[in-house]
């Protein structure tokens, strides 16, 4: 069976899903933007287990339970900072995108959810980055079986467009 993927516009932290995607710093210690959101909606147990996990590299992924979020699981992901584009952050945030998947997959996961990674602070580009996250989760989704939804969850209509349109480019 083929994965459905959707754009939706939404709250991150109110989605029913086996696990949502954090956009997380290196230290995984929350912050601003949804990485803040995430942590203040699944209560103090998220940091205090996130502190035990000794960080995340950029382009990697690490899994925390949900606590008081509707989703069982949180997938820590680090994007990259965006330098103009001549320093592998498209190949960094892509590799966001595959090992979260590759994470849910072995954790026996079927519904998960991301938001737009990097697009915020770390300023990678809004109309450059959804078509890497579609190509990147596309791609994972045919070595993780036990995957059968994936949402793109934007904060802004602009950016659910900007993966709507992405999602078609990508069939």
């Known amino acids: 069976m083929v994965a459905a993927l959707h754009a939706i516009v ?3 932290t109110t989605l029913d899903v086996d696990a949502i995607v954090n956009a997380a710093n290196p230290g995984l210690t929350g912050g601003g933007g949804v990485d803040g959101a995430i942590h203040a909606a699944a209560g103090p ?3 205090e287990e996130c502190l035990a996990l000794d960080g995340c590299a950029t382009g990697d992924a690490k899994i925390t339970r949900g606590y008081d979020l509707p ?9 990259p900072v965006w330098h103009g584009g001549e320093h592998g952050e498209a190949e960094l945030l892509a590799s966001c ?4 998947i590759e994470v849910a997959a072995q954790n026996h996961l079927s519904t998960l959810a991301f938001p737009n990674v990097s697009t915020g602070v770390y300023g990678f580009p809004r109309e450059l ?3 890497i996250a579609v ?8 070595h993780a ?5 994936v949402i793109f969850c934007s904060y802004t ?10 999602l078609l480019d990508h069939p």
């Open 45 to 47: 147990e998220l940091h």
């Open 145 to 149: 079986p036990s995957i059968r939804g």
């Open 157 to 166: 209509t602009r950016d659910q467009v900007l993966y709507e349109d992405a």
């Open 97 to 100: 995108y595959r090992r979260a």
């Open 129 to 131: 980055a959804p078509p």
């Open 71 to 79: 989703a069982r699981y949180v997938i820590h992901t680090v994007g």
């Open 135 to 142: 190509a990147a989760v596309r791609d994972a989704l045919d």
């Open 10 to 12: 939404g709250d991150i």
